[in-house]
């Protein structure tokens, strides 16, 4: 912890055993970078940067940089940058899941050992955020988050594209054959055209609303597109916002409260948002020592309607939610079911925060909490013989049609298995059958990919099939859509229940019910566990991924590590 009192380059010395030596040490140091005194003499703000070149979506940050400094400077502090891990959604194998807590740590222990007095969290795409908040909340410094914004659209052929919903709907017709190599590779050039996260409400999008619901972020900054100058404004004022924060006692544990979390949950359906979010939630809400039932969370689902009408559930990309008044006038419309005395990072509570927006919105794009797109919020768990420890169905992205009914397994062992016989055409499958990936969860050697959305096998898939049942203990995209229940919990490697599921069982859903079974006598299932033997998740001999291994926790605690965990007695 950093002693409140001291402020700016004097915090938190390097230890030498002579203090004035370390302070006049450090202030020689830092003037070869060219600072006068008068600026060293400044309360310090930090500013966790996340530019890479393995991360599309943060490719303007070095212009959102410039503005947060320029914020700093105009309020009186000294802004400086320290690079930290940067999650690149799509260019981290095994995936990028593996990575947050990683990251969590590089934030958390470098927001510690530096002498800052607040730090600004610029992150954006899906991993980033999460860790970012998880990280802030366990170094214990105020800290605000600024986001990258999304991406604006492409277009093809008159069609407006937006990754990455439209990157699967195009390549399940690829898949079908109704999309040749040509029109691919031309489609491949347009989806991500600008930089920014995702321009759907997926799991980057979902994550940035959070934040701005938790009350971590400047009031109306979530949606605001990469490239608007808005952005740039917004990165202005989170930097002299960072300056208020020093000495304000607002640290993250403050805003991150039990009310707050609900009422980012409440957000989470409304906006019909990302299944990851339930997973990052979680985890950044356990650091603060707070936990999510997810009996809860079907309670807060069936009393809150979702109102963005944004793809994957509906027609429209962010760029259209920021203009038709994003995440504030979500908050508006369902402001009777929140928190509303919770504090946020400008020290206005969400009742005031709400009290001086200017209250526009386009109901196009939000609806109305009377006239709502579905009454009823996006996500829901499920429960039962298959999943005792829940699952999760995205039923804003799902056919109502499959949620009541039973159906044969269809049995992949791994991803490996998946890949090999999926389009195998002599594959035993039929469109009413439930297809079952095992081995894709937490403790499983490919650490919960976004494996959930199991393609249409290939022989399916071009008589027009488009939704099947699929179940995993893997995780989906945000931008993905389909009746996928995900999560299931405990998973496979861990000796879950999944783990037994055999071709041709038959596994009954009732989404009314909240209710997945795996309709297998329990005589016969002792027989498959024995047969199995005891279940030991694949432990490397070292490095990050030993410790991995050793240290994650089950989706239903956010995957977060053991020891990331807030002491009970602290
Ligand atoms: Fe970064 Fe989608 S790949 S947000």
Not at 81 to 97: D, H, I, K, R, Y
Not at 251 to 264: H, L, Q, R, Y
Not at 336 to 347: A, K, Q
Request: hydrophobic share 40%; net charge negative.
């Amino acid at each position: 912890m950093s002693d409140e009192t001291v402020r700016g380059l004097a915090n938190g010395l390097t230890n030498y055993g002579d203090k004035d030596f370390a302070l006049y040490l450090r202030k020689s140091f830092a003037r070869s970078m060219g600072y006068s005194n008068e600026m060293l003499a400044r309360p310090t703000v930090g500013i966790a940067y996340t530019q890479s070149g393995f991360n599309n979506c943060h490719r303007h940050f070095p212009e959102m940089l410039d503005a947060v400094k320029r914020g700093v400077i105009a309020a009186g502090g000294l802004p400086l940058e320290f690079p930290t891990v940067s999650l690149g959604e799509v260019f981290l194998n095994p995936t990028s899941l593996r990575f947050r807590n990683l990251m969590s740590m590089d934030t958390e222990e470098m927001i510690r050992a530096q002498p800052m007095d607040s730090v600004v969290l610029m992150g954006g795409c899906d991993k980033t955020v999460p860790a970012q908040l998880m990280g802030a909340l366990s170094a214990g410094r105020p800290a605000i988050q600024l986001v990258g914004g999304p991406m604006m659209t492409g277009r093809h052929k008159g069609e407006r594209l937006g990754a990455c919903t439209d990157c699967r709907r195009f390549w399940a017709q690829y898949r079908a054959g109704t999309v040749d190599d040509h029109e691919i590779n031309q489609i491949e050039g347009r989806l991500s055209t600008t930089s920014g996260t995702c321009a759907v409400m997926g799991t980057a999008s979902t994550m940035a609303c959070i934040a701005e619901a938790l009350g971590m972020m400047i009031p109306g900054t979530a949606a605001i597109p990469a490239v608007h100058a808005d952005r740039l404004r917004a990165a202005e004022a989170t930097g002299i916002a960072a300056v208020g924060l020093i000495g304000s006692g607002r640290t993250p544990d403050k805003i991150i409260t039990e009310k707050s979390v609900e009422n980012a949950l409440r957000v989470l359906l409304a906006i019909g948002g990302s299944t990851n979010a339930i997973i990052h939630l979680t985890a950044i809400a356990g650091r603060a020592g707070i936990s999510i039932s997810l009996d809860r969370l079907n309670e807060l689902s069936d009393t809150t309607p979702v109102l963005v009408n944004l793809k994957p559930t509906g027609a429209n990309y962010m760029e259209d939610f920021f203009a038709a008044g994003g995440v504030g006038a979500v908050l508006r419309e369902i402001k009777d079911s929140l928190h509303l005395d919770c504090l946020t990072i400008t020290g206005e509570t969400l009742g005031e925060r709400l009290a001086a927006d200017d209250g526009w919105v386009d109901h196009d794009v939000v609806a109305s909490a009377s006239n709502p797109i579905e009454p009823v919020g996006g996500l829901v768990a499920l429960f039962g013989s298959l999943a005792p420890k829940g699952a999760i169905l995205k039923r804003s992205a799902a056919d109502e049609k499959l949620f009541e009914g039973e159906g044969r397994a269809v049995v992949f062992d791994s991803l490996e298995d998946m890949a090999k016989r999926i389009d195998d055409p002599n594959l035993d499958v039929n469109p009413d059958d439930y297809l079952v990936l095992q081995n894709a969860g937490p403790f499983s050697a490919s650490c919960m990919p976004e494996a959930g959305y199991i393609p249409i096998p290939k022989k399916l898939a071009s008589k027009g099939i488009k939704d099947m049942v699929r179940l995993s203990d893997a995780r989906m995209s945000g931008t993905a859509f389909g009746t996928v229940i995900l999560h299931i919990t405990p998973d496979t490697a861990s000796g879950g229940p999944l783990a037994f599921v055999r071709n041709g069982d038959r596994i009954r859903l009732s989404v009314k019910n909240r209710a997945i079974d795996l309709l297998v006598s329990p005589e016969e299932l002792a027989k498959r566990k024995a047969a199995a033997g005891p279940f030991k998740p694949p432990v490397p001999e070292r490095g990050y991924g030993k410790l991995y291994a050793q240290e994650i926790l089950g989706a239903d605690e956010g995957c977060d590590f053991k020891f990331l965990k807030p002491s009970k007695d602290a």
